[in-house]
């Protein structure tokens, strides 16, 4: 047996078929897999990989390092690999590493690291698609780590050259390791033992073991140890190990994501025992200890200035000092100014020193930063929300509204708004998120969003209505009365319901756990949206039942009138029918979060030639689309009103709905007026993208349409489309209508503004 790769196993069913389908899909068939369960749970592993060696071992302790020590007894390959089973392999790992290993005698042979959010069948698909780290409000987050992002920024060099001896190649290639597996990037989660093939006699003649009292960093002994012994090394970048990031870290955590608070214990008992195995001064020390100073200048000294209890310092700052005091005279030479102060304060104990130091660090970043970035502003407002504003007093009688991220007046905001200025005239002092200049029907400060203004708001206003998420880094305070309405009732998967998260924001399920506790109060349209949104949200506080805000003008008594007038202010003919064609988003297209591309599908030439005489067509995409669409020869028969603020005014002058997977339905169906459905991408979104909560096949009011003729024919005949789906109409009324009475807006208010 040439290789065996040993897999830790805990548990984790969601991720082991990843594991062993690249395991069964190796170009490279020498192999066994050792697979060590801990804690008792057996895998259910299927016949599909038969033809896969797989020897499966019991761990009495539930630790990776002791599973890991169990896998290495029980293999029997020349090499092993280690494989967490939440991580796959390329197809090719195996045999590029037994191929570079295969002129020497090598004690190691490695490859390289990617790092990704999906899951394997995602991966190889779109393994181009850089996602972004986003807060989903259409800007990239630069509140994030840098440990935190995707991709692998370390640079994989070999730098052997012509007429270097055997011995020179083998020193430069052990450096190359030392690299590359410890890393220059200053957090410790990036030492590794993984995208490596090991020999095994060279592990059992230097007693190299994972040490099993380690339960978080057990690499850095490790990998310190291997690299202190090994002589011959090689390499080949085209190995690729998948390291697989977890996007649920509430309830599917990576190892590295429940460190925690603990995270300075763990790294230091694991440095210590590095420093047993590694000789001072040596090259690979050297390494370590640089590195412990980046951890130290980048996180520990900024927590030794927050920390205003002293508890960090007296905890952690005698500990680091202990680990700093042999640092090595050519790695201190090397250290900045900055950092040679930041450790001599540290050595004589100087905890003042250090915090004056990172303030005046802070400021320098600041000013180096306005001079580069054209947005320095924002970073000003972000201190002065939450050094000033979020330190004054809150503003009782203000209430801060949002929608869609101030793109539009619209929602259930707009409704809030205006019933609560109805009920309790001059009372309250409105504040609007617009991005444009709008005509309000009562008095209502307008501000930009994420302008000091807004920052002051958020920070200051006791009452906060939005339909979307606010900024992550919102400071909830006690007297904040926050009102979140939501957007619509859900049919595609939400949140903690999702399995990959395949949209421009691969951090979403962290981010709307941290968001959604702010929230007092929420919306529910429906019973099903009460108890979807409870579980998907993991929501536990005030559910509002009343149907939804947004929905009261599609109940009013004189709804005939508001639509004759709106269509009249549009200028759409008094004798033509209208047709709303409003589609939703595609996660997997977008050029960045918040910026979504949308190809239109609709024939609109053949759709004027059938039914121009009598009907037009009224385009609106949804608010992330910025794509324009281009209705050029249409004109006349299309009106793209993308931008119109309040699609609730476009219900209700549309005689027909034709959408895909958007929640209008679950609205417009409070019209009790026909729909049909344009999902020519069905099997896609349904099955790859997100998964829906309902059987669109079975359950909703309308027939699934794959083209333009069909929706054309459907057009032409929608008084038996109507009749064909009466029955299922009247069932989906009852469970998504059935709490709408035109009076939500006035029932959310008595409960939240008391
Ligand atoms: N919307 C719109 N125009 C569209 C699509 C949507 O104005 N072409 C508005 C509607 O008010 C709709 C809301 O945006 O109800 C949400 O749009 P969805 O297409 O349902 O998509 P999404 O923003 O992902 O929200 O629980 C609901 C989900 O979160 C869906």
Known sequence: MKVSVIIPYHGEDLYLNDCLDSLWDQTYKDFEVVLVISGGKEPSI????????????????????????????AASGEYVVFLDCDDYLDANFLEKLVQCGADSKCDLMFGRMIYTWYKREFFLRKESVEAEEDDDEGRASDEESEDEQGGDSVVFIDNVEAGDSAEIIQKKKIDMAGKYLVSKRKSFYFVTALGVMYSRKFLCENDIKFNEDLEHFYDIPFLAHVLDRCEFVNADADAHYVKRKHNDPIHMPSLSQTVGKDEFDCIYRAYKLMLDVTGNGTELRNKFERKLVGYYSSSVAPAIKKNEDKAYRKKHAPRLKELMQDLSPEVYSELSRYRKKLVDSLKCDDYGRISKIISRRNIINLLKYSVTHHNYIRKIKDIMYKHR?????????????????????????????????????????????????????????????????????????????????????????KENVFLETWHGTPLKKLVFDMDDVLSASPTYKKNFYIQSRSWDYLVAANGFSDEVFRRAF????????????????????????????????????????????APTWRDDEFYKAGKYKFTLR?????MKKELGDDYVIILRTHYFIADKIDVSGAEGFVYNLSKYDDIAELYLISDILITDYSSVFFDYANLKRPMLFFTYDLDKYRDVLRGFYIDMEK???????????????????IDEVQKKYASVYEVF??????????????????????
């Not at 009138?561 to 029918?577: F, H, L």
């Open 46 to 73: 299927t016949s599909v990989y038969d033809a896969i060696d797989i020897k499966i071992v019991k761990s009495d302790e539930e630790n990776v390092c002791a599973a890991r020590n169990t896998g290495l007894d």
């Open 733 to 754: 009324y009852e469970r998504f209508c059935g709490w709408e009475d035109g009076h939500a807006s006035e029932n959310c208010i008595r409960e939240v503004f008391k």
């Open 602 to 606: 609709l024939d609109l030439a053949a």
């Open 389 to 477: 504003y979020s330190r004054q007093p809150v503003m009782q009688n203000v209430v801060l509204f949002e929608s869609f991220f101030g793109k539009s007046y619209s929602d259930s905001p707009k409704y809030i708004f205006e019933k609560l200025n109805e009920m309790y005239p001059d009372k309250y002092e409105c504040v609007w998120i617009l991005e444009k200049k709008t005509k309000l029907p009562y008095p209502a400060k307008q501000i930009k969003r994420f302008s000091f203004a807004y920052f002051k708001y958020l920070a200051r206003a006791k009452y906060i209505v939005f339909n979307s998420r606010q900024p992550k880094s919102f400071i909830k305070r």
């Open 538 to 581: 993991e929501y536990d506080k005030h559910m509002l039942k009343f149907g939804y805000p947004r929905n009261d003008i599609l109940h009013s008594p004189d709804r005939d009138k508001i639509a004759e007038d709106i269509k009249q202010k549009i200028g759409i003919p008094s004798n033509k029918k209208v047709v709303l064609y």
């Open 699 to 717: 359950d909703i009011p309308g027939p699934l349409l794959f083209n333009t003729d069909e929706i054309i024919e459907s057009i032409q005949n």
